[in-house]
């Protein structure tokens, strides 16, 4: 919808707008309901040189946007820079698009080590984009902006496809790949796309590979309390016997009602939790407690972003089952990191760290 405020001051309008907030925020009785409805709004100020109602509209529409994106149900002001912005993300998306179809992305492996062994147990698949000019690009880097174009269930099903095969590659190999799984992360909208789980068993079945072998993360910070699509994706897959992390576990409270209904196989403790757990007595602290809540529904635990043998030996004590990060290398290609000594395919098949057994 879109208002004119005819001849009114910059306050007279950002009344007008914050009374239409109001109005559409108040609960409205529906089907013996209460429902709520968020409204957001842009402002585009009128100035003495303007003469398109379509450029008023089109800045009113970009303002829209910006107040949507610092958490809808407000008011924003057009400003200059906001088109720049808007253009950028218009510009952004279509090249993602585009490297999809070009085979520009890839997926890095790092490894996952058995604490009380420190042997390689499992990987993580990390999506990469080779961008034409910005060279290796992460996926903190453009997976938001895939998931605000909706391009992000495709990508996901891109990665999924890619690793599952991988898997099946290095299986292949035989050695100590014969047990090997492969972690794969997933974005909450993928998971509440529906058919996601019918989905998901059809690459794994069509690949050849054990579904227990597969491991689906799906991020804490962005699960939404305990959705019916979410459950019901996930009640799916553990009944075909396939593995659910909760990465970063410990950075919020919304998967705790997933673990208690035996929906979650392992979690993986944040980084920020895993740092420095030798030397600070308050982060050890911390860590004990999530790991007793993991242990006393018995989910395994993995420590992330593990640098020192010292913080490996603390989380073993803890009792964490597995760890991953830098100690044991970083993230490599398939077929062979640059600059490393040996390719990702002889560490998955002899399944040896690169740090000394703890």
Not at 300 to 313: K, M
């Amino acid at each position: 919808f879109a208002l004119v405020v005819d001849g009114a001051s910059v306050t007279e309008g950002l009344a007008v707008a914050d009374r239409v907030v109001a109005e559409i925020n108040a609960p409205v009785e529906a089907g013996g309901q209460t429902c709520w409805v968020t409204a957001s709004v842009g402002v585009r100020l009128s100035k003495a040189d303007d003469t398109s109602a379509d450029v008023l509209l089109r800045d009113a529409d970009t303002a829209m946007y910006g107040a949507k994106s610092v958490g809808r149900s407000g008011v924003r002001i057009y400003e200059a820079t906001m088109r720049s912005k808007a253009l950028l993300q218009i510009r952004q998306g279509d090249e993602l698009r585009g490297a999809l179809a070009r085979g520009e992305f890839l997926l890095h492996y790092q490894p996952i080590i058995d604490l009380a062994t420190s042997r390689l147990t499992a990987v993580e698949a990390l999506l990469r984009w080779r961008h034409p000019t910005r060279g290796l690009v992460s996926a903190g880097r453009f997976v938001p902006l895939a998931e605000d174009i909706g391009l992000i269930v495709a990508l996901d099903r891109w990665v999924l496809a890619s690793a599952v095969s991988q898997l099946r590659e290095w299986k292949d190999t035989g050695g100590h790949a014969a047990a090997l799984r492969v972690h794969v992360n997933c974005s909450p909208i993928t998971f509440r796309t529906p058919g996601f789980a019918a989905g998901v068993l059809e690459v794994v079945s069509g690949c050849d590979v054990p579904a227990d072998d597969v491991v689906l993360e799906i991020t804490e910070r962005q699960m939404i309390g305990e959705d019916p699509q979410t459950l019901q994706a996930l009640q799916s897959l553990r009944s075909a016997g396939m593995g659910v992390a909760i990465d970063d576990f410990g950075t919020g409270c919304a998967s705790l009602g997933y673990v208690r209904q035996d929906l979650v196989t392992l979690v993986k403790l944040d980084r920020t939790l895993v740092t420095r757990i030798d030397t600070d007595e308050r982060q050890r602290g911390i860590a004990a407690a999530l790991l007793s809540v993991a242990q006393a529904f018995g989910v395994d635990a993995v420590g992330e972003g593990v640098e020192t043998c010292g913080e490996a030996r603390v989380l073993q004590a803890l009792g964490c089952s597995y760890g991953q990060g830098f100690l044991w290398g970083e993230p490599l290609d398939a077929a062979a990191a640059p600059g490393a000594d040996r390719s990702f395919r002889t560490l998955a098949r002899d399944g040896s760290g690169s740090s000394p057994r703890l």
